[in-house]
C-alpha cells in the first residue's frame, strides 16, 4: 500500500491560515488522496478529497502537487474549534477491496494558539 | 439524521467477561467498519461488512474477536473473554456507495476499559 508521511504536530495562531503537508511519494495513478479529522474525544470526520485538480469545499482547501508526490491541506483561517490531529490518506481506486479501507496513519496534531 | 450512533460509551468490565459494542449505522449506508483506536497502535480496521455481509475480517485481532450484522440497522462486536489488552476506543464507521466521492462517518465510539 502506498504510504503517506505527516509531521507529527503543528502550532498555529487562530485566525491565520494553516498549511498541513503530507508526502506521498510511492502514490499510484488511481490512488485518491483523502483527509480526515479527529477532534478530541470525537470520532474521526471526512474533511476532504481529490485526485489530480485542487478541490475546495466549505472546510478546507486541497493543494495537490503537479506530480502528485505530495499534497497541502489548507485552513484558511484556523479557530480554536480546529485543533484536532489531521490525517492523510490514499485510497486505492482500482481495488473494490482495497478502496474501501481507510488506513490511519500517524497523523498530525494541529495545536491552535488564541 | 442522528448520524452513526454507538453504545456503551463507556464499558468496563474484568478480564474473562464478555463484552458486547454496539453499532446503528447512518440509514441507507450499505458500509459498516469497525475501528480501534490505541495509543500505541493507532487507528485498526478490525473487520467491514457491505450489504451487511462481512468482506474482510483480516484485522480482526483473535478468534476472541467476532462481529455481527444481522440486519441494515444493527451491528455487534463482541469480546469473549475480554483481556486488559483489548483496553482501547472502538469506533464504528458507515458508508454509501463504494466510490471515492463518498465519506465515511464515524460514531462517537466505545471507550472499553478491561481490568
Known amino acids: 500500500d502506498a504510504k503517506t508521511t505527516q509531521p507529527n504536530s503543528m502550532e498555529s495562531n487562530e485566525e491565520e491560515p494553516v498549511h498541513l503537508p503530507c508526502n506521498h511519494s510511492?502514490?499510484?495513478?488511481?490512488?485518491?488522496i483523502h483527509w480526515y479529522r479527529q477532534l478530541p474525544s470525537q470520532g474521526p470526520e471526512y474533511v476532504i478529497h481529490g485526485l489530480t485538480s485542487n478541490v475546495n469545499n466549505r472546510m478546507a482547501s486541497l493543494a495537490i502537487a503537479e506530480d502528485r508526490k505530495s499534497s497541502t491541506l489548507i485552513l484558511h483561517r484556523a479557530t480554536l474549534r480546529d485543533a484536532a490531529v489531521y490525517y492523510c490518506i490514499l485510497r486505492d481506486g482500482r481495488s473494490r477491496n482495497a478502496g474501501n479501507m481507510l488506513t490511519f496513519g500517524g497523523g498530525t496534531r494541529l495545536m491552535v494558539k488564541p | 439524521d442522528a448520524g452513526v450512533i454507538q453504545s456503551p460509551r463507556h464499558e468496563v468490565t474484568e478480564m474473562g467477561q464478555e463484552v458486547t459494542l454496539r453499532c446503528k449505522p447512518i440509514s441507507g449506508h450499505d458500509y459498516l467498519f469497525w475501528y480501534r483506536q490505541t495509543m500505541m497502535r493507532g487507528l485498526e480496521l478490525l473487520i467491514y461488512?457491505?450489504?451487511?455481509?462481512?468482506?474482510?475480517d483480516s484485522g480482526m485481532p483473535e478468534d476472541r474477536f467476532s462481529a455481527k450484522m444481522p440486519n441494515a440497522s444493527f451491528s455487534t462486536l463482541k469480546i469473549q473473554p475480554s483481556e486488559p489488552r483489548d483496553s482501547a476506543v472502538y469506533f464504528c464507521?458507515?458508508?454509501?456507495?463504494?466510490?471515492?466521492?463518498?465519506?465515511?462517518?464515524f460514531g462517537s465510539g466505545t471507550r472499553l476499559t478491561v481490568v
Open positions: 461488512f457491505n450489504n451487511n455481509v462481512p468482506i474482510d
Open positions: 510511492t502514490i499510484s495513478g488511481t490512488d485518491y
Open positions: 464507521a458507515s458508508r454509501v456507495g463504494a466510490g471515492q466521492h463518498y465519506g465515511y462517518t
